[in-house]
């Protein structure tokens, strides 16, 4: 072939080459540039999709969290200890705010064990229909009724998510061997059931009835309440047992707080912890032929002396109006004594 013929053809064949080739490419892209877009496509209305469901895109809902700011220089309560030694706080009424308490603990049971034994029965309607008024409204409660009478238990009309247990469980002869066995029973319970049951347990006396709010304000792993006879005196005027042959002695020159028997409490473990360690000390004490001055009372203030609570209730919680004059500090009054005539409902 010519030479010249030849550089013509093989110009010619690049040239097709070329031209197949950008027609190619251009296709290829063409079709790559589709595929992906239909990708896109996909993964916007998939993830459209599971974002929302309902209907088009939406800001997701934040719960708002609505409640007047703590002021750092305005202290809420200067006329009240508010704090322990120990950092406990001690619960007043001011020093708390119930709408951000409710928030934190919403979803939990309280169980509140109460003992209703011989004539003590008469005491269970106000407690339980002032329970339902003022006791942890709007959270769910068991009522832990240890009888030795489950007929005597009276209906009362209860708000949704809470009920009465009713525990049948033995009386004995003396009023303080009653009051002391609470302890034991409190611990035989918690192993049964409460521990599965419900996340805190309150205890509490059944010669009183609620007048104002108790609330999720009280609930920590391990709480006591001030003896409203003594939040304001010294040690020394403590009615703390002071012989030291019994398990519940204190000396003279220990001592945070004189505490009530008839309201403590805590999570399920640690009042487990505590009933038990009061009843074996209580045993103990029988055995040694001794009884605490305040028996059950006397050991819990010695078993909170050695285990610090992680709040304190102020004697808010805890009043006898009979026996005391109200002091200003006193705002509210939130669980009362009923008067009861000592001699006519013990010991029969
Ligand atoms: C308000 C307060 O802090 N009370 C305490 C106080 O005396 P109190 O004088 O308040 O004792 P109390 O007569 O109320 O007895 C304590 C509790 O035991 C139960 N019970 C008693 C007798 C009876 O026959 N049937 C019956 O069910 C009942 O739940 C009663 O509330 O000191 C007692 C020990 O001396 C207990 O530590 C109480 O908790
Ligand atoms: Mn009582």
Redesign the pocket.
Known sequence: MDPREFCRKSAKVSLCSILLCAVLLGFYSQLTHRVVLRQMQLEKKESSEGDCHLDTCRIPEVPRLLYPKAQLLKPTRVDVLVMTPWFAPIIWDGTFDSAILDAQFRNITIGLT???????VVFLKLFLETAEKHFMVGHKVNYYVFTDQPAAVPQIPLQEGRQVVVLEVRNYKR??D??MH?MEMISNFSQRRFLREVHYLVCL???MKFSDHVGVEILAPLFGTL?PGFYAGDRQSFTYERRPLSQAYIPRDEGDFYY????FGGSVPEVYRLTVACHQAMMADQANGIEAV????SHLNRYLLHHKPSKVLSPEY?WDEQMLQRPPLLRKLRYV?VPKNHAEI?NR
């Open positions: 109460v003992f209703a034994i011989k004539k003590y009023w303080q009653i009051s609470r006396d059944v010669d003896h009530a028997g008839g309201f305040w028996h059950d009372e805890l004594a013990r």
